[in-house]
């Protein structure tokens, strides 16, 4: 392999800048969503300019390679399919904006990693953690208050400790949520939701009155960010499922969406239902929940079909 010259590593640079702010322009996407792209995408410039190549001059042939020396990595079938994904966007990219003539990522094949429901949490097991919620002494309405919304709207965790105290003012039936790439959805509250936001109102503007220290947050906090953080919501559901007596390893804010979604699908709701609900952009990305509803399905003919019946 030959060194990278510090030429190619600068162009690699330019192309990626580039990219990055147009997906940031087009797409509104997230810092978080950004950061991943450049990972990936340096992580290929690297490649190519080890062995003596740049965007510029990157053939199909360098692209096969990169993805074969991913798999000698021992890199899962999913990393491998994503750093793909990047790479072509950004030849994509490079062509529409006339970079180069040609894009040598259009006709490459991939790993297909397989859709597989993450684990969740049944019914029983969340009506657990509520429990062990309400057992939190001074900290129990937050605590409710957060599980009971998680689970009533299947917000993703950066959408729940990020909402805006405003949201929930006059003790609303649907409040509004902004999504991924600015992408906003109107989601409704069960009654229990509703309630456990009546109560951590009176509580955190009692503090807060007391602080006199207004916060524009739901769930308002010292962190840099001004509200309670992600990982500090995981933290608790973590101590959350040793109180329950579940294992913590199974217990997440994101398998927390999954059930909100699982058990809607098992209780009658469509697929375009959950896709509002959940705020996906395309209903590909909900129809990994398919099989919940394949199961409800099969059941239906199983029990319900006229031929079903024993004689």
Same mark, same amino acid.
């Given at each position: 392999?030959?060194?990278?010259?510090?030429?190619?590593?600068?162009?690699?640079?330019?192309?990626?800048?580039?990219?990055?702010?147009?997906?940031?322009?087009?797409?509104?996407?997230?810092?978080?969503?950004? @950061?991943? !792209?450049?990972?990936?995408?340096?992580?290929?410039?690297?490649?190519?300019?080890?062995?003596?190549?740049?965007?510029?001059?990157?053939?199909?042939?360098?692209?096969?390679? !990169?993805?074969? /020396?991913?798999?000698?990595?021992?890199?899962?079938?999913?990393?491998?399919?994503?750093?793909?994904?990047?790479?072509?966007?950004?030849? +994509?990219?490079?062509?529409? /904006?006339?970079?180069?003539?040609?894009?040598?990522?259009?006709?490459?094949?991939?790993?297909?990693?397989?859709?597989?429901?993450?684990?969740?949490?049944?019914?029983?097991?969340?009506?657990?953690? %509520?429990?062990?919620?309400?057992?939190?002494?001074?900290?129990?309405?937050?605590?409710?208050?957060?599980?009971?919304?998680? !689970?009533?709207?299947?917000?993703?965790?950066?959408? %729940?400790? =990020?909402?805006?105290?405003?949201?929930?003012?006059?003790?609303? +039936?649907? $409040?509004?949520?902004?999504?991924?790439?600015?992408?906003?959805?109107?989601?409704?509250? =069960?009654?229990?939701?509703?309630?456990?936001?009546?109560?951590? @109102?009176?509580?955190?503007?009692?503090?807060?009155?007391?602080?006199?220290? @207004?916060?524009?947050?739901?769930?308002?906090?010292?962190?840099?960010?001004?509200?309670?953080?992600?990982?500090?919501?995981?933290?608790?559901?973590?101590?959350?499922?040793?109180?329950?007596? $579940?294992?913590?390893?199974?217990?997440?804010?994101?398998?927390?969406?999954?059930?909100?979604?699982?058990?809607? %699908?098992?209780?009658?709701?469509?697929?375009?239902?959950?896709?509002?609900?959940?705020?996906?952009?395309?209903?590909?990305?909900?129809?990994?929940?398919?099989?919940?509803?394949?199961?409800?399905?099969?059941?239906?003919?199983?029990?319900?079909?006229?031929?079903?019946?024993? /004689?």
């Amino acid at each position: 392999m030959m060194e990278p010259s510090d030429a190619a590593l600068d162009l690699a640079r330019r192309w990626i800048d580039a990219f990055l702010d147009a997906i940031r322009a087009e797409r509104g996407a997230a810092d978080n969503t950004v @950061l991943a !792209y450049q990972r990936d995408l340096s992580a290929y410039a690297g490649h190519l300019a080890a062995n003596g190549a740049c965007f510029e001059t990157a053939t199909q042939a360098h692209i096969e390679d !990169y993805l074969a /020396e991913l798999k000698r990595g021992g890199l899962a079938p999913a990393t491998r399919a994503r750093r793909l994904s990047a790479l072509r966007q950004l030849h +994509r990219f490079a062509f529409e /904006e006339g970079f180069r003539q040609t894009d040598p990522a259009a006709t490459v094949e991939g790993p297909s990693p397989p859709k597989r429901l993450p684990g969740t949490l049944g019914v029983e097991e969340v009506d657990q953690l %509520l429990t062990a919620a309400r057992a939190a002494g001074a900290d129990a309405p937050r605590r409710i208050c957060l599980m009971e919304m998680l !689970y009533a709207t299947g917000m993703r965790v950066s959408e %729940l400790v =990020s909402l805006p105290v405003a949201a929930v003012r006059g003790d609303p +039936r649907m $409040i509004l949520i902004r999504g991924k790439g600015g992408r906003e959805r109107m989601v409704p509250l =069960s009654e229990d939701a509703r309630d456990a936001v009546v109560e951590w @109102l009176r509580v955190r503007d009692a503090e807060e009155k007391r602080a006199k220290n @207004l916060s524009p947050f739901l769930f308002p906090s010292r962190s840099k960010a001004g509200h309670l953080t992600r990982e500090r919501f995981f933290q608790m559901l973590k101590d959350m499922a040793v109180k329950a007596q $579940i294992d913590p390893a199974r217990v997440s804010p994101h398998k927390l969406r999954h059930a909100f979604a699982t058990h809607l %699908l098992a209780g009658g709701a469509d697929l375009r239902s959950i896709q509002v609900l959940l705020g996906h952009a395309d209903i590909a990305a909900t129809e990994i929940y398919a099989h919940v509803l394949d199961e409800r399905l099969k059941d239906l003919v199983l029990t319900k079909h006229p031929l079903a019946a024993k /004689e």
